[in-house]
Protein backbone atom coordinates (compact mmCIF):
# COMPACT_ATOMS: atom_id res chain seq x y z
CA UNK A 1 0.00 0.00 0.00
CA UNK A 2 1.01 3.56 -1.03
CA UNK A 3 2.41 5.17 2.10
CA UNK A 4 0.77 8.06 1.54
CA UNK A 5 -2.48 7.03 0.57
CA UNK A 6 -2.01 4.80 4.64
CA UNK A 7 -1.16 8.77 6.02
CA UNK A 8 -4.07 10.27 4.29
CA UNK A 9 -6.95 7.73 4.96
CA UNK A 10 -5.91 5.93 8.08
CA UNK A 11 -2.46 6.01 9.73
CA UNK A 12 -1.20 9.39 10.57
CA UNK A 13 -1.59 10.80 13.69
CA UNK A 14 -0.44 13.75 15.06
CA UNK A 15 0.91 14.40 18.95
CA UNK A 16 2.38 17.59 18.41
CA UNK A 17 -0.53 20.02 20.11
CA UNK A 18 1.17 21.49 22.79
CA UNK A 19 -1.69 20.82 25.13
CA UNK A 20 -1.19 17.10 25.61
CA UNK A 21 2.48 17.14 23.96
CA UNK A 22 3.29 16.10 27.87
CA UNK A 23 1.03 13.25 28.10
CA UNK A 24 2.27 11.16 24.81
CA UNK A 25 5.41 8.82 25.63
CA UNK A 26 7.63 9.48 23.19
CA UNK A 27 8.69 6.39 20.74
CA UNK A 28 12.11 4.99 22.63
CA UNK A 29 14.23 2.42 20.76
CA UNK A 30 14.49 -0.95 23.20
CA UNK A 31 15.90 -4.58 22.23
CA UNK A 32 13.61 -6.82 20.57
CA UNK A 33 10.43 -4.99 21.34
CA UNK A 34 8.35 -1.85 19.27
CA UNK A 35 7.21 -0.63 22.96
CA UNK A 36 7.23 2.75 24.63
CA UNK A 37 9.71 2.93 27.81
CA UNK A 38 6.76 3.97 30.52
CA UNK A 39 6.20 7.06 31.82
CA UNK A 40 4.87 6.77 35.31
CA UNK A 41 1.76 8.49 36.69
CA UNK A 42 3.37 10.43 39.57
CA UNK A 43 0.05 8.97 41.23
CA UNK A 44 1.46 5.16 41.65
CA UNK A 45 4.44 3.06 42.54
CA UNK A 46 6.23 1.64 39.29
CA UNK A 47 4.68 -1.91 40.00
CA UNK A 48 1.21 -0.48 41.03
CA UNK A 49 -1.72 -1.42 38.27
CA UNK A 50 -4.49 -2.16 40.84
CA UNK A 51 -5.23 0.03 44.49
CA UNK A 52 -5.98 -1.73 47.62
CA UNK A 53 -9.89 -1.35 46.92
CA UNK A 54 -12.40 -3.91 47.54
CA UNK A 55 -13.60 -3.42 44.21
CA UNK A 56 -10.10 -2.88 42.11
CA UNK A 57 -9.05 -5.84 40.50
CA UNK A 58 -5.83 -7.58 40.76
CA UNK A 59 -4.52 -6.98 37.30
CA UNK A 60 -2.35 -8.89 34.42
CA UNK A 61 1.45 -9.15 35.32
CA UNK A 62 4.13 -6.72 35.44
CA UNK A 63 4.68 -6.65 32.09
CA UNK A 64 1.65 -4.46 31.94
CA UNK A 65 1.86 -2.06 34.61
CA UNK A 66 3.32 0.61 32.49
CA UNK A 67 0.32 0.26 30.43
CA UNK A 68 -2.45 0.39 32.97
CA UNK A 69 -0.35 3.27 34.66
CA UNK A 70 -0.84 5.48 31.55
CA UNK A 71 -4.40 4.17 31.62
CA UNK A 72 -6.80 7.53 32.08
CA UNK A 73 -9.86 8.75 34.08
CA UNK A 74 -12.43 10.04 31.30
CA UNK A 75 -12.46 14.10 31.02
CA UNK A 76 -15.83 15.54 30.23
CA UNK A 77 -15.78 16.90 26.79
CA UNK A 78 -15.67 20.94 26.47
CA UNK A 79 -15.65 22.42 23.33
CA UNK A 80 -12.75 24.11 24.33
CA UNK A 81 -11.22 22.39 27.04
CA UNK A 82 -8.91 23.91 29.49
CA UNK A 83 -5.38 22.71 29.92
CA UNK A 84 -5.75 23.30 33.59
CA UNK A 85 -9.06 21.50 34.24
CA UNK A 86 -7.50 18.50 32.30
CA UNK A 87 -4.63 18.42 34.83
CA UNK A 88 -6.59 19.31 38.04
CA UNK A 89 -8.24 15.88 36.72
CA UNK A 90 -5.24 13.98 36.79
CA UNK A 91 -4.00 14.88 39.76
CA UNK A 92 -6.66 13.67 41.53
CA UNK A 93 -7.15 10.53 39.92
CA UNK A 94 -4.83 7.79 38.78
CA UNK A 95 -5.17 5.97 35.50
CA UNK A 96 -7.76 3.40 35.55
CA UNK A 97 -6.95 -0.05 35.22
CA UNK A 98 -9.14 -2.28 32.41
CA UNK A 99 -8.84 -4.89 31.23
CA UNK A 100 -6.07 -7.21 28.97
CA UNK A 101 -4.37 -8.25 26.08
CA UNK A 102 -1.09 -9.48 25.17
CA UNK A 103 0.81 -6.40 23.82
CA UNK A 104 4.40 -6.98 24.12
CA UNK A 105 5.24 -4.28 27.02
CA UNK A 106 8.52 -4.80 28.63
CA UNK A 107 9.64 -5.62 32.33
CA UNK A 108 12.85 -4.60 31.38
CA UNK A 109 11.70 -1.25 30.61
CA UNK A 110 10.63 -0.54 33.93
CA UNK A 111 14.11 -1.00 35.40
CA UNK A 112 15.21 2.41 34.19
CA UNK A 113 12.45 4.18 35.96
CA UNK A 114 13.80 6.10 39.19
CA UNK A 115 12.21 4.24 42.46
CA UNK A 116 9.10 5.76 44.07
CA UNK A 117 8.86 6.37 47.55
CA UNK A 118 5.85 4.40 48.86
CA UNK A 119 2.26 5.79 48.55
CA UNK A 120 1.84 7.49 51.81
CA UNK A 121 -1.21 6.86 54.09
CA UNK A 122 -2.85 9.37 52.97
CA UNK A 123 -2.61 9.00 49.25
CA UNK A 124 -3.80 5.61 49.81
CA UNK A 125 -7.07 6.59 51.40
CA UNK A 126 -7.66 8.83 48.58
CA UNK A 127 -7.07 6.12 46.24
CA UNK A 128 -9.23 3.94 47.88
CA UNK A 129 -12.08 6.20 47.64
CA UNK A 130 -11.96 6.19 43.80
CA UNK A 131 -15.01 4.46 42.14
CA UNK A 132 -15.49 1.11 40.79
CA UNK A 133 -15.71 2.03 37.12
CA UNK A 134 -14.30 5.35 35.10
CA UNK A 135 -17.99 6.50 35.06
CA UNK A 136 -18.58 6.89 39.02
CA UNK A 137 -20.15 4.77 41.64
CA UNK A 138 -23.54 4.52 39.79
CA UNK A 139 -22.47 3.11 36.38
CA UNK A 140 -22.64 -0.53 37.11
CA UNK A 141 -26.41 -1.74 37.28
CA UNK A 142 -27.20 -4.73 39.49
CA UNK A 143 -28.82 -6.77 36.58
CA UNK A 144 -32.55 -7.66 37.26
CA UNK A 145 -33.77 -11.46 38.15
CA UNK A 146 -34.69 -12.06 33.81
CA UNK A 147 -31.88 -11.19 33.27
CA UNK A 148 -30.26 -14.47 34.22
CA UNK A 149 -31.60 -17.92 32.63
CA UNK A 150 -33.92 -20.43 34.54
CA UNK A 151 -33.40 -23.17 32.30
CA UNK A 152 -31.14 -24.40 29.41
CA UNK A 153 -33.63 -24.75 26.80
CA UNK A 154 -32.43 -21.93 24.74
CA UNK A 155 -29.26 -23.43 25.02
CA UNK A 156 -27.29 -24.23 21.24
CA UNK A 157 -25.63 -27.72 22.54
CA UNK A 158 -24.59 -28.65 19.24
CA UNK A 159 -21.57 -25.86 18.92
CA UNK A 160 -21.45 -25.10 22.53
CA UNK A 161 -20.42 -21.71 21.33
CA UNK A 162 -22.24 -18.89 23.64
CA UNK A 163 -21.54 -15.33 24.32
CA UNK A 164 -21.53 -13.34 27.70
CA UNK A 165 -24.75 -11.64 28.35
CA UNK A 166 -24.25 -7.97 27.40
CA UNK A 167 -26.27 -5.13 30.05
CA UNK A 168 -28.08 -2.43 28.27
CA UNK A 169 -29.06 -4.56 25.05
CA UNK A 170 -32.63 -5.67 24.33
CA UNK A 171 -33.36 -8.98 26.08
CA UNK A 172 -33.75 -11.16 22.86
CA UNK A 173 -29.98 -10.45 22.51
CA UNK A 174 -29.22 -11.96 25.43
CA UNK A 175 -31.73 -15.21 25.46
CA UNK A 176 -29.01 -18.21 24.86
CA UNK A 177 -26.36 -15.66 26.11
CA UNK A 178 -24.54 -16.74 29.34
CA UNK A 179 -23.21 -14.80 32.15
CA UNK A 180 -20.70 -16.09 34.83
CA UNK A 181 -23.24 -15.91 37.92
CA UNK A 182 -24.94 -18.96 35.37
CA UNK A 183 -21.92 -20.66 34.17
CA UNK A 184 -21.14 -21.13 38.11
CA UNK A 185 -24.62 -21.65 39.30
CA UNK A 186 -26.45 -25.26 39.82
CA UNK A 187 -27.90 -25.42 36.46
CA UNK A 188 -25.01 -27.15 35.35
CA UNK A 189 -23.69 -29.12 38.18
CA UNK A 190 -23.23 -29.17 42.03
CA UNK A 191 -20.07 -27.75 42.77
CA UNK A 192 -17.16 -29.95 44.35
CA UNK A 193 -14.03 -27.37 43.15
CA UNK A 194 -13.12 -25.52 40.87
CA UNK A 195 -9.93 -23.92 39.02
CA UNK A 196 -9.47 -20.69 37.43
CA UNK A 197 -6.86 -20.07 35.14
CA UNK A 198 -7.03 -16.00 34.02
CA UNK A 199 -5.00 -12.89 33.33
CA UNK A 200 -6.91 -10.45 35.64
CA UNK A 201 -8.56 -11.37 38.87
CA UNK A 202 -10.74 -9.34 41.00
CA UNK A 203 -10.77 -11.73 43.81
CA UNK A 204 -13.57 -9.85 45.76
CA UNK A 205 -16.01 -9.59 42.67
CA UNK A 206 -15.13 -13.38 41.50
CA UNK A 207 -16.01 -14.79 44.72
CA UNK A 208 -19.51 -13.26 44.91
CA UNK A 209 -20.30 -14.74 41.23
CA UNK A 210 -19.97 -18.51 43.24
CA UNK A 211 -23.93 -19.22 44.07
CA UNK A 212 -23.88 -18.51 48.34
CA UNK A 213 -23.95 -22.39 48.55
CA UNK A 214 -20.50 -23.03 46.48
CA UNK A 215 -18.68 -19.91 47.84
CA UNK A 216 -16.91 -21.57 50.26
CA UNK A 217 -15.87 -24.59 47.93
CA UNK A 218 -11.97 -24.74 47.16
CA UNK A 219 -10.86 -22.67 44.33
CA UNK A 220 -7.49 -22.09 42.92
CA UNK A 221 -6.17 -19.29 41.00
CA UNK A 222 -3.75 -19.92 37.77
CA UNK A 223 -1.84 -16.59 37.25
CA UNK A 224 1.02 -15.07 35.81
CA UNK A 225 1.98 -12.44 38.48
CA UNK A 226 4.94 -11.44 40.06
CA UNK A 227 6.81 -9.77 43.05
CA UNK A 228 4.51 -6.82 44.30
CA UNK A 229 1.99 -7.68 42.23
CA UNK A 230 1.76 -11.56 43.53
CA UNK A 231 1.89 -10.49 46.98
CA UNK A 232 -0.76 -8.26 46.26
CA UNK A 233 -3.15 -10.69 44.36
CA UNK A 234 -2.63 -13.16 47.60
CA UNK A 235 -3.18 -10.22 49.84
CA UNK A 236 -6.28 -9.84 48.23
CA UNK A 237 -7.46 -13.57 49.07
CA UNK A 238 -6.60 -13.42 52.16
CA UNK A 239 -9.80 -12.61 53.53
CA UNK A 240 -10.88 -15.73 51.43
CA UNK A 241 -8.88 -19.10 53.12
CA UNK A 242 -10.72 -21.71 50.19
CA UNK A 243 -8.83 -20.05 47.62
CA UNK A 244 -4.74 -20.87 46.66
CA UNK A 245 -2.65 -20.33 43.97
CA UNK A 246 -0.48 -21.72 41.38
CA UNK A 247 1.84 -19.18 39.90
CA UNK A 248 2.95 -19.94 35.79
CA UNK A 249 5.81 -19.67 34.62
CA UNK A 250 6.80 -17.13 32.60
CA UNK A 251 10.60 -17.33 31.78
CA UNK A 252 10.39 -15.83 28.30
CA UNK A 253 10.47 -11.86 27.97
CA UNK A 254 7.36 -10.09 27.78
CA UNK A 255 5.47 -12.98 28.25
CA UNK A 256 2.22 -13.26 29.88
CA UNK A 257 -0.15 -16.20 31.26
CA UNK A 258 -3.12 -14.89 29.08
CA UNK A 259 -5.08 -18.07 29.02
CA UNK A 260 -9.18 -18.15 30.37
CA UNK A 261 -10.07 -21.31 31.32
CA UNK A 262 -12.48 -22.29 34.08
CA UNK A 263 -11.92 -26.33 35.49
CA UNK A 264 -15.60 -27.36 37.50
CA UNK A 265 -15.61 -30.36 39.23
CA UNK A 266 -18.87 -31.54 40.34
CA UNK A 267 -20.68 -34.14 42.42
CA UNK A 268 -21.94 -35.82 39.12
CA UNK A 269 -19.01 -35.28 37.09
CA UNK A 270 -16.27 -32.24 35.15
CA UNK A 271 -16.66 -29.64 32.65
CA UNK A 272 -14.37 -27.25 31.44
CA UNK A 273 -15.22 -23.93 29.71
CA UNK A 274 -12.45 -21.83 27.98
CA UNK A 275 -13.45 -18.33 27.78
CA UNK A 276 -12.20 -14.79 26.72
CA UNK A 277 -13.68 -12.82 29.53
CA UNK A 278 -11.12 -11.85 32.69
CA UNK A 279 -12.28 -12.34 36.01
CA UNK A 280 -13.41 -8.57 36.40
CA UNK A 281 -16.53 -7.44 36.44
CA UNK A 282 -16.07 -4.61 33.09
CA UNK A 283 -15.51 -7.67 30.99
CA UNK A 284 -19.00 -9.29 32.07
CA UNK A 285 -21.40 -5.71 31.86
CA UNK A 286 -20.86 -4.86 28.17
CA UNK A 287 -18.65 -6.01 26.00
CA UNK A 288 -19.00 -8.66 23.64
CA UNK A 289 -17.07 -11.69 24.77
CA UNK A 290 -17.66 -15.51 24.18
CA UNK A 291 -16.70 -19.14 25.27
CA UNK A 292 -17.15 -22.80 24.94
CA UNK A 293 -18.36 -25.19 27.04
CA UNK A 294 -18.09 -28.75 27.33
CA UNK A 295 -20.57 -31.26 28.26
CA UNK A 296 -20.79 -32.34 31.45
CA UNK A 297 -18.19 -35.34 31.48
CA UNK A 298 -19.14 -38.27 33.67
CA UNK A 299 -16.64 -40.28 35.94
CA UNK A 300 -15.05 -43.22 33.99
CA UNK A 301 -15.87 -46.51 35.59
CA UNK A 302 -12.82 -47.33 38.26
CA UNK A 303 -9.98 -49.28 37.20
CA UNK A 304 -9.77 -47.88 33.60
CA UNK A 305 -7.39 -47.77 31.35
CA UNK A 306 -5.80 -43.81 31.54
CA UNK A 307 -6.68 -43.78 27.44
CA UNK A 308 -10.11 -44.63 28.18
CA UNK A 309 -12.80 -41.35 27.57
CA UNK A 310 -10.88 -40.10 25.06
CA UNK A 311 -12.62 -38.23 22.09
CA UNK A 312 -12.16 -38.04 18.16
CA UNK A 313 -10.56 -34.94 18.65
CA UNK A 314 -7.98 -35.99 20.70
CA UNK A 315 -9.53 -33.41 23.07
CA UNK A 316 -8.37 -35.03 26.83
CA UNK A 317 -4.89 -35.81 25.34
CA UNK A 318 -4.15 -32.29 24.50
CA UNK A 319 -5.79 -30.43 27.66
CA UNK A 320 -3.51 -32.77 29.77
CA UNK A 321 -0.45 -31.93 27.80
CA UNK A 322 -1.25 -27.87 28.38
CA UNK A 323 -1.83 -28.86 32.06
CA UNK A 324 1.34 -31.02 32.41
CA UNK A 325 3.53 -28.25 30.44
CA UNK A 326 2.85 -25.54 33.61
CA UNK A 327 4.68 -28.14 35.73
CA UNK A 328 3.00 -26.79 38.57
CA UNK A 329 2.43 -29.39 41.60
CA UNK A 330 -0.46 -27.56 42.64
CA UNK A 331 -2.06 -28.98 38.78
CA UNK A 332 -1.51 -32.44 40.19
CA UNK A 333 -4.80 -33.58 41.39
CA UNK A 334 -6.60 -31.71 38.22
CA UNK A 335 -4.51 -33.82 35.99
CA UNK A 336 -5.50 -37.26 38.14
CA UNK A 337 -8.99 -35.93 37.94
CA UNK A 338 -9.01 -35.51 34.49
CA UNK A 339 -8.06 -38.61 33.53
CA UNK A 340 -10.88 -40.04 35.71
CA UNK A 341 -13.41 -38.85 33.15
CA UNK A 342 -14.90 -39.25 29.92
CA UNK A 343 -14.35 -36.47 27.50
CA UNK A 344 -15.56 -38.70 24.48
CA UNK A 345 -18.60 -36.39 23.39
CA UNK A 346 -16.25 -33.48 22.79
CA UNK A 347 -15.89 -32.27 19.11
CA UNK A 348 -13.62 -29.16 19.22
CA UNK A 349 -9.33 -29.50 19.02
CA UNK A 350 -7.58 -27.31 21.89
CA UNK A 351 -5.31 -24.95 20.49
CA UNK A 352 -2.79 -23.91 23.37
CA UNK A 353 0.21 -21.60 23.19
CA UNK A 354 2.41 -22.60 26.13
CA UNK A 355 6.19 -20.15 26.43
CA UNK A 356 8.96 -22.01 25.25
CA UNK A 357 11.45 -22.79 21.93
CA UNK A 358 10.36 -26.10 20.39
CA UNK A 359 12.52 -27.86 17.71
CA UNK A 360 11.33 -30.79 15.81
CA UNK A 361 7.84 -32.35 16.20
CA UNK A 362 7.88 -29.90 19.47
CA UNK A 363 6.94 -27.09 16.77
CA UNK A 364 3.50 -28.48 16.09
CA UNK A 365 2.33 -28.83 19.55
CA UNK A 366 1.69 -24.88 20.47
CA UNK A 367 0.55 -21.96 18.89
CA UNK A 368 -0.14 -21.45 15.14
CA UNK A 369 1.94 -24.44 13.50
CA UNK A 370 -0.63 -26.03 15.71
CA UNK A 371 -3.46 -24.70 13.88
CA UNK A 372 -1.49 -25.20 10.52
CA UNK A 373 -1.04 -29.02 11.74
CA UNK A 374 -5.34 -29.54 12.46
CA UNK A 375 -6.02 -27.86 9.30
CA UNK A 376 -3.64 -29.91 7.20
CA UNK A 377 -4.60 -33.20 8.81
CA UNK A 378 -8.54 -32.23 9.51
CA UNK A 379 -9.89 -30.63 6.60
CA UNK A 380 -10.15 -31.16 2.59
CA UNK A 381 -9.40 -28.57 0.00
CA UNK A 382 -12.90 -26.43 -1.10
CA UNK A 383 -13.50 -25.66 -5.17
CA UNK A 384 -12.37 -21.82 -5.99
CA UNK A 385 -10.28 -21.77 -2.53
CA UNK A 386 -8.16 -18.87 -3.17
CA UNK A 387 -11.50 -16.69 -3.14
CA UNK A 388 -12.19 -17.92 0.72
CA UNK A 389 -11.72 -15.36 2.62
CA UNK A 390 -9.47 -15.77 5.97
CA UNK A 391 -10.79 -13.38 8.95
CA UNK A 392 -8.94 -12.51 12.23
CA UNK A 393 -10.90 -10.71 14.61
CA UNK A 394 -9.22 -9.98 17.76
CA UNK A 395 -9.10 -7.22 20.83
CA UNK A 396 -5.22 -6.23 20.51
CA UNK A 397 -2.07 -5.73 18.15
CA UNK A 398 1.37 -6.68 18.76
CA UNK A 399 4.68 -5.65 16.57
CA UNK A 400 4.28 -7.04 13.34
CA UNK A 401 7.26 -6.33 11.71
CA UNK A 402 8.16 -3.35 8.83
CA UNK A 403 5.99 -4.74 6.14
CA UNK A 404 3.94 -8.00 5.81
CA UNK A 405 6.48 -10.13 5.16
CA UNK A 406 7.85 -10.44 7.96
CA UNK A 407 5.42 -12.28 10.16
CA UNK A 408 1.31 -11.88 9.25
CA UNK A 409 1.75 -12.75 5.43
CA UNK A 410 4.47 -15.14 5.99
CA UNK A 411 3.81 -17.38 8.69
CA UNK A 412 0.65 -16.56 9.67
CA UNK A 413 -1.46 -16.61 6.90
CA UNK A 414 0.27 -19.41 5.43
CA UNK A 415 -1.28 -20.87 8.41
CA UNK A 416 -4.70 -19.45 8.14
CA UNK A 417 -4.70 -20.59 4.84
CA UNK A 418 -3.95 -24.12 4.90
CA UNK A 419 -6.84 -26.60 3.84
CA UNK A 420 -5.88 -30.16 3.59
CA UNK A 421 -2.41 -31.75 3.05
CA UNK A 422 -0.45 -28.58 1.65
CA UNK A 423 0.26 -28.06 -2.21
CA UNK A 424 2.26 -25.02 -2.37
CA UNK A 425 4.46 -23.78 -0.26
CA UNK A 426 3.68 -20.29 0.49
CA UNK A 427 0.19 -18.40 0.95
CA UNK A 428 -2.14 -18.06 -2.19
CA UNK A 429 -1.60 -14.24 -2.82
CA UNK A 430 -4.90 -14.14 -4.06
CA UNK A 431 -6.19 -15.18 -0.52
CA UNK A 432 -7.95 -12.15 1.14
CA UNK A 433 -7.03 -11.40 4.94
CA UNK A 434 -9.59 -9.20 6.58
CA UNK A 435 -9.03 -8.13 9.98
CA UNK A 436 -12.44 -6.42 12.14
CA UNK A 437 -10.78 -4.26 15.32
CA UNK A 438 -12.89 -1.41 16.39
CA UNK A 439 -12.20 2.05 14.68
CA UNK A 440 -11.71 5.03 17.02
CA UNK A 441 -15.83 5.89 16.14
CA UNK A 442 -16.53 2.26 17.23
CA UNK A 443 -15.21 2.52 20.79
CA UNK A 444 -16.63 6.50 21.04
CA UNK A 445 -20.32 5.92 20.46
CA UNK A 446 -20.27 2.01 22.62
CA UNK A 447 -22.18 1.53 25.18
CA UNK A 448 -18.93 2.09 27.48
CA UNK A 449 -17.87 4.99 25.64
CA UNK A 450 -13.85 5.86 25.50
CA UNK A 451 -13.44 3.60 28.62
CA UNK A 452 -14.09 0.58 26.33
CA UNK A 453 -10.65 1.79 24.19
CA UNK A 454 -8.91 0.31 28.07
CA UNK A 455 -9.64 -2.87 26.44
CA UNK A 456 -7.97 -2.41 23.08
CA UNK A 457 -4.71 -1.48 24.02
CA UNK A 458 -3.26 -0.67 20.56
CA UNK A 459 -0.15 1.46 21.21
CA UNK A 460 0.85 4.64 19.10
CA UNK A 461 4.11 3.17 19.48
CA UNK A 462 3.61 0.10 17.13
CA UNK A 463 0.53 1.75 15.20
CA UNK A 464 3.49 3.98 13.72
CA UNK A 465 5.89 1.54 12.41
CA UNK A 466 2.91 -0.88 10.80
CA UNK A 467 1.10 1.44 8.70
CA UNK A 468 0.77 -0.92 6.36
CA UNK A 469 -1.25 -3.40 8.65
CA UNK A 470 -4.25 -0.62 8.89
CA UNK A 471 -4.72 -1.24 5.15
CA UNK A 472 -6.43 -4.53 6.43
CA UNK A 473 -8.79 -3.36 9.00
CA UNK A 474 -12.63 -3.52 9.05
CA UNK A 475 -14.40 -2.14 11.51
CA UNK A 476 -16.67 -3.66 14.16
CA UNK A 477 -20.36 -4.11 13.44
CA UNK A 478 -22.67 -6.91 15.40
CA UNK A 479 -26.28 -6.50 14.59
CA UNK A 480 -26.62 -9.91 14.24
CA UNK A 481 -26.08 -10.69 17.79
CA UNK A 482 -27.57 -6.77 19.12
CA UNK A 483 -23.97 -6.19 19.89
CA UNK A 484 -22.61 -3.22 17.72
CA UNK A 485 -22.12 -1.31 20.32
CA UNK A 486 -20.21 -3.84 23.12
CA UNK A 487 -16.40 -3.22 22.32
CA UNK A 488 -15.01 -6.78 21.52
CA UNK A 489 -12.62 -8.32 23.96
CA UNK A 490 -13.30 -12.13 22.17
CA UNK A 491 -10.62 -13.15 19.50
CA UNK A 492 -11.85 -15.01 16.64
CA UNK A 493 -10.41 -16.68 13.16
CA UNK A 494 -12.11 -18.30 10.47
CA UNK A 495 -12.20 -19.20 6.61
CA UNK A 496 -15.57 -17.69 5.07
CA UNK A 497 -16.73 -18.37 2.01
CA UNK A 498 -16.23 -15.37 -0.96
CA UNK A 499 -20.50 -14.96 -0.29
CA UNK A 500 -19.79 -15.00 3.74
CA UNK A 501 -22.57 -17.82 3.94
CA UNK A 502 -20.35 -20.84 4.85
CA UNK A 503 -17.13 -21.20 7.04
CA UNK A 504 -14.47 -23.69 6.63
CA UNK A 505 -13.47 -23.64 10.15
CA UNK A 506 -13.76 -21.36 12.96
CA UNK A 507 -11.78 -20.53 16.45
CA UNK A 508 -12.24 -18.92 19.84
CA UNK A 509 -9.31 -18.42 21.59
CA UNK A 510 -7.31 -15.79 24.08
CA UNK A 511 -4.84 -15.11 21.52
CA UNK A 512 -4.58 -11.66 19.92
CA UNK A 513 -2.74 -10.57 16.67
CA UNK A 514 0.63 -11.05 18.25
CA UNK A 515 3.50 -12.77 17.82
CA UNK A 516 3.90 -13.20 21.71
CA UNK A 517 0.69 -14.98 21.62
CA UNK A 518 0.87 -17.16 18.23
CA UNK A 519 4.75 -18.01 17.91
CA UNK A 520 7.13 -16.77 15.67
CA UNK A 521 9.57 -19.05 13.50
CA UNK A 522 13.27 -19.05 14.06
CA UNK A 523 16.63 -20.67 13.30
CA UNK A 524 16.07 -20.68 9.27
CA UNK A 525 12.14 -22.13 10.59
CA UNK A 526 13.80 -24.82 12.40
CA UNK A 527 12.17 -23.64 15.57
CA UNK A 528 9.34 -21.57 16.67
CA UNK A 529 9.21 -18.86 19.88
CA UNK A 530 5.99 -19.05 21.69
CA UNK A 531 6.20 -16.16 24.68
CA UNK A 532 2.50 -16.81 26.14
CA UNK A 533 -0.22 -19.05 27.59
CA UNK A 534 -2.85 -18.93 25.21
CA UNK A 535 -5.52 -21.14 24.95
CA UNK A 536 -8.49 -21.55 22.41
CA UNK A 537 -10.97 -24.07 20.82
CA UNK A 538 -11.21 -24.97 17.10
CA UNK A 539 -14.19 -26.03 15.37
CA UNK A 540 -13.81 -28.17 11.94
CA UNK A 541 -17.04 -29.68 9.99
CA UNK A 542 -15.80 -33.28 10.02
CA UNK A 543 -15.59 -33.47 13.62
CA UNK A 544 -20.06 -32.41 12.97
CA UNK A 545 -20.18 -34.62 9.73
CA UNK A 546 -20.65 -31.65 7.34
CA UNK A 547 -18.29 -30.03 4.75
CA UNK A 548 -18.84 -26.76 5.90
CA UNK A 549 -20.37 -24.72 8.75
CA UNK A 550 -23.45 -22.70 7.37
CA UNK A 551 -23.16 -19.03 8.96
CA UNK A 552 -26.42 -18.45 11.59
CA UNK A 553 -28.36 -15.47 10.34
CA UNK A 554 -30.65 -15.40 13.49
CA UNK A 555 -28.19 -15.93 16.27
CA UNK A 556 -30.78 -14.84 18.63
CA UNK A 557 -32.61 -15.53 20.82
CA UNK A 558 -30.80 -18.64 20.44
CA UNK A 559 -32.40 -22.25 19.22
CA UNK A 560 -31.29 -25.72 20.22
CA UNK A 561 -32.43 -26.81 16.98
CA UNK A 562 -30.18 -24.54 14.65
CA UNK A 563 -27.79 -25.94 12.58
CA UNK A 564 -25.84 -22.62 11.35
CA UNK A 565 -22.64 -21.20 13.33
CA UNK A 566 -23.31 -18.34 15.29
CA UNK A 567 -20.16 -16.13 14.07
CA UNK A 568 -21.07 -13.55 16.70
CA UNK A 569 -20.24 -9.90 14.15
CA UNK A 570 -21.75 -9.20 10.63
CA UNK A 571 -20.57 -10.65 7.82
CA UNK A 572 -19.06 -9.45 5.34
CA UNK A 573 -17.17 -7.11 7.90
CA UNK A 574 -17.31 -3.72 6.65
CA UNK A 575 -13.74 -2.21 5.19
CA UNK A 576 -12.79 1.12 7.09
CA UNK A 577 -13.64 4.37 5.47
CA UNK A 578 -11.01 7.21 4.67
CA UNK A 579 -12.04 8.74 8.01
CA UNK A 580 -12.09 5.74 10.06
CA UNK A 581 -8.99 4.86 12.61
CA UNK A 582 -7.97 2.41 14.22
CA UNK A 583 -8.58 2.59 18.00
CA UNK A 584 -5.17 3.98 19.91
CA UNK A 585 -5.73 3.66 23.68
CA UNK A 586 -2.95 6.20 24.37
CA UNK A 587 -3.19 9.20 22.40
CA UNK A 588 -5.92 11.61 22.92
CA UNK A 589 -9.42 11.57 21.47
CA UNK A 590 -11.09 15.32 22.52
CA UNK A 591 -12.61 16.04 19.04
CA UNK A 592 -16.01 15.23 20.40
CA UNK A 593 -17.63 13.39 23.65
CA UNK A 594 -18.69 9.65 23.80
CA UNK A 595 -21.84 8.17 24.95
CA UNK A 596 -21.26 9.58 28.40
CA UNK A 597 -20.18 13.05 27.81
CA UNK A 598 -16.34 12.13 28.10
CA UNK A 599 -13.28 12.40 26.44
CA UNK A 600 -10.04 10.36 26.18
CA UNK A 601 -6.98 11.93 27.32
CA UNK A 602 -4.35 9.98 28.38
CA UNK A 603 -2.52 10.82 31.30
Not at 37 to 57: F, G, I, R, Y
Not at 66 to 74: F, I, K, L, S
Not at 136 to 152: Q, R
Not at 375 to 401: A, C, D, R, Y
Amino acid sequence: MDKDLADSQHGKWTISDSEDEDNIIPPTPQKDSNKPKPKLSPKCNEDTHSVNHPSAPSMGSEARTATHVNQTNPVKYESNPSPSVKRKRETEEAGWNLSSSDDETPTSALKNEPKKSKVSPKRKKTEDKRPPSPHGTSYYKEEPADFFETNLLSMNDMYRFYLNKVTGIPKKFNTGALHIKEILSPMFGTLKESAQFNYCFDIPWMVEQYPPEFRDKPVILVHGEKRESKARLIEHAKPYPHICFCQAKLDIAFGTHHTKMMLLWYEEGFRVIILTSNLIRADWYQKTQGMWMSPLYPRLPEGSPETAGESPTNFKRDLLEYLEAYQAPELAEWIDRIKQHDLSETRVYLIGSTPGRYQGPAMEKWGHLRLRKLLSEHTKPVQNEEQWHVLGQFSSIGSMGLDKTKWLAAEFQRTLTTLGKPGKSLANPETQMLLVYPSVENVRTSLEGCPAGGSLPYSIQTAQKQLWLHSYFHGWHADVTGRSNAMPHIKTYMRVSPDFTQLAWFLVTSANLSKAAWGTLEKNNTQIMVRSYELGVLYLPSAFNMSTFPVEKNVFPASSSSKGFPVPFDLPPQRYSSKDQPWIWNIPYAQAPDTHGNVWVPS
